[in-house]
């Protein structure tokens, strides 16, 4: 039991295996491991750009506590509609954003890897809540099972921190995607950072 | 309609094994079930848990009792203040400590609407899952009623802990009353509208009529509790039958069907949203003052040692703790028993040689939380 | 059913019986088995109408404890029934007479190693498949307990009354007014 905890708050086995295939893929990084297109425009990047920002298509993987969060983020009241986000797909073959919404231990990473392999490049992955960024109330000495936090696996691009964050912190993260794949957050009203943020 | 298809032995090498999960859209978390199929048929179901498993129990070991409450609450994030009861109950029983009337009131309105808000979401999934898109807008814009309320007191949305061992963290204001009271006046208003909507609709009706029929004798065997066991006839309620904190000063009836199908559990279901709303107008009306915390209450809370059980009714049926200590005030052993998981375990037998989709329809109706199965 | 009637079978049944206060333990009876008869005291409980509540194990010395709870649909009555495991960390399996056992001795397999003979499909439960051997929740050395230190103790008895005390100390003077 104490050579697998020595391991434990690092590197488990089947995650070492998902890590060794991305190469260092790390949370200081912001390129993904997607190659890159072979012939590159500047104008038609742009315009492709800002059809895939504002029409981002999410998966549905909600593992625990925060995918309620998220499911109340696509409802009447908070909807993630406005931003074009709407479309969950069960599929990874017809999304392009994984919003990892909720704890991924041992068992699970396996299938996390899978599952962003299986999505079509350009990809972009959220880390929603303080489970998928670190770990969240499980890194303590006496966890045997949970990987701490998902860049451990996959390249993430957004973090969301909170335990769960509220719907309106996960619009946030999706308006600070937005920026991150055209460069610059849409000149809307409720688009605004708040004073002093 | 339910058929269980002969078992053809010669001609095994027709079926085909699906994987159904742990990423799928109707199995409301982390759940995989591997389906033998003889065409549309499941003629074997074998559920893989462990998806979800985050290490609860050896948590509880390593920490003092008392800070073991946000991590209750991370269970079954839906039905959270009860589970955070349940805890708190156990502590106070195990050393002694008595808890304020005021405190006893504050818990069960904040558990009753708890278990309304839990209700209104396995109500708009379920109706997602077999396909209708409309009812789940409405069952969340209630809800979120419940989450502004619930949210001024408690300062969460979702994983609340607010009960400590000995009271509770923040006392409730006339604000809380007066919008609770505006709360279960609107949504009575809206209960003509949802079977309207809903109950009465040819295709659900289809769907979970003769869908899964239960026993009383399968969920003894099985552990079944909650509505499941009152769809089948059983008026088995712990707050009725091991009264804790103040229910039985309440009058609130037990609804009960008789086929025990998927059609008995979710009317059993939507008519303990009426009786929910009957307890917590009671409790409104005759909310005594008080202190909101236990007088005596150690920094340091040592556990006498031995072990000890604390039952409440969760809204998917019985949650049972169980601590055994040693004398000091981090546990030696802690079990929790949640509900979800014997309800999950009638699955193999219950749902054999039943279609696919009648597989997904009974599965929502057992309203499981994976996270509270895997802990 | 009938607790009374009930009570008279489980003294033949159990090697001890305990009526325990329900407002400080939340159960109303504890039990002693041994091995042999568990599978007679859950087939006894199944005709009475019990239901399963829970199957769990604690590691203790000398060994294992494997922990049944069953409840009462009708009347209160909570009832805990312990065995201990023998030298192979075994125990007879009651899956056939309550379904429901089957994924509690999964889990108790996972978590404590504990062996369930003639179990229908022993495999792990809740942990990865490569993980058999993990068994997370056996205490480490430092932290094992013996079985009595897990015990109900008796109430400690009332401290001896103090033999009449010697004229002691006089009592200090009243502080006077005119400190201020």
């Known amino acids: 039991m104490d050579e697998q905890k020595k391991s434990l708050l690092n590197v488990h086995s089947y995650t070492k295996e998902c890590i060794e295939r991305y190469d260092g893929a790390s949370s200081q990084q912001t390129k993904t491991s997607d190659a890159p297109p072979l012939i590159r425009m500047k104008l038609s990047d742009a315009i492709f750009n800002l059809c895939r920002a504002n029409s981002l298509w999410p998966l549905t993987f909600g593992l625990s506590c925060c995918a309620i969060e998220m499911m109340c983020c696509g409802m009447a009241r908070f909807d993630m509609a406005r931003y074009g986000a709407e479309v969950f797909r069960p599929s990874p073959r017809q999304s392009d954003l994984m919003i990892v919404a909720g704890t991924v231990n041992r068992k699970m990473a396996p299938a996390l890897v899978t599952l962003y392999e299986q999505m079509p490049a350009p990809r972009y992955v959220i880390a929603m809540g303080n489970c998928a960024m670190a770990g969240g109330p499980f890194a303590v000495e006496a966890n045997y099972d949970v990987v701490l936090g998902v860049d451990q696996l996959i390249p993430v691009d957004v973090y969301i921190p909170g335990c769960p964050p509220r719907p309106e912190a996960l619009i946030e993260g999706i308006l600070q995607l937005q920026e991150k794949i055209t460069g610059k957050r849409f000149p809307l009203p409720q688009n605004k950072m708040p004073k002093g943020a | 309609m339910s058929m269980n298809v002969e078992v053809l032995e010669d001609d095994k090498h027709h079926r085909y094994v699906l994987n159904m999960g742990p990423q799928h859209p109707s199995t409301h978390g982390v759940l995989r079930v591997l389906l033998e199929l003889e065409g549309e048929y499941a003629m074997n179901l074998l559920p893989v848990l462990g998806y979800g498993h985050r290490c609860h129990e050896k948590i509880a070991e390593f920490k003092p009792a008392k800070s073991f409450m946000p991590n209750t609450a991370r269970m079954d994030y839906l039905g959270a203040l009860i589970y955070n009861h349940g805890f708190a109950q156990l502590l106070e029983r195990a050393c002694g400590i008595e808890v304020p009337e005021r405190v006893e009131y504050i818990r069960v309105i904040t558990s009753e609407l708890n278990r309304i808000q839990s209700h209104l979401l396995w109500y708009g999934a379920y109706l997602l899952d077999l396909g209708a898109f409309t009812p789940i807008m409405y069952a969340f814009d209630d809800r979120e009623h419940i989450l502004d309320i619930l949210e001024d007191v408690t300062g969460s949305r979702l994983t609340y802990c607010y009960f400590r061992v000995g009271g509770v963290s923040k006392d409730i204001d006339d604000k809380f009353v007066t919008s609770t009271r505006a709360f279960v006046k609107r949504l009575r208003g809206r209960f003509p509208m949802y079977e309207d909507l809903v109950n009465g609709n040819v295709i659900l009706q289809n769907r979970l009529i003769d869908i899964g029929e239960l026993t009383p004798q399968t969920c003894a065997r099985y552990g079944v509790t909650g509505p499941l066991l009152r769809g089948t006839g059983v008026a088995y309620d712990i707050r009725r039958a091991e009264p804790y904190s103040i229910y039985s000063k309440f009058d609130f009836e037990i609804p009960t069907e008789t086929k025990g199908d998927c059609m008995a559990s979710f009317l059993v279901r939507f008519r303990e949203l009426e009786q929910s709303l009957r307890i917590i107008e009671q409790a409104l009306d005759s909310l005594p003052e008080g202190p909101i915390m236990a007088a005596k209450v150690p920094k340091k809370l040592k556990i006498p040692a031995g072990d000890y059980n604390s039952s409440v009714e969760a809204p998917r049926g019985e949650l049972s703790y169980y601590l055994v200590s040693d004398g000091s005030d981090v546990p030696y052993r802690l079990k929790v028993r949640t509900p979800s998981y014997s309800n999950l375990s009638i699955v193999p037998e219950v749902c054999q040689g039943m279609l696919i989709s009648d597989v997904v329809s009974a599965m929502g109706s057992l309203d499981l939380v994976i996270p509270e199965i895997d802990r | ?180």
């Open chain 3, 1 to 180: 059913m009938d607790i009374n009637n009930v009570k008279k079978q489980w003294q033949t049944l159990a090697t001890t019986v305990e009526a325990v206060d329900y407002a400080v333990s939340g159960h109303d009876y504890s039990l002693s088995l041994e091995r042999d008869k568990v599978r007679d005291f859950a087939a006894f409980m199944l005709e009475e109408g019990f239901y399963l509540v829970d199957l769990m194990a604690v590691h203790v010395t000398p060994a294992i404890e494997v922990v049944y709870q069953f409840a009462h649909v009708e009347t209160r009555c909570r009832v805990l029934a312990r065995a201990f495991v023998d030298d192979n960390v075994e125990m007879p399996t009651i899956s056939d007479i309550y379904q429901g056992a089957n994924w509690h001795e999964r889990e108790t397999r996972d978590f404590h190693g504990v062996v369930f003979i003639d179990h229908p499909y022993l495999h792990p439960l809740i942990l990865p498949e490569e993980d058999v051997e993990l068994k997370p929740l056996l205490k480490a050395e430092a932290k094992l307990k013996d079985v009595e230190a897990i015990r109900r103790q008796p109430p400690e008895p009332a401290p001896e009354p103090k033999p009449k005390a010697k004229p002691e100390a006089k009592p200090e003077p009243p502080k006077s007014q005119e400190q201020s």
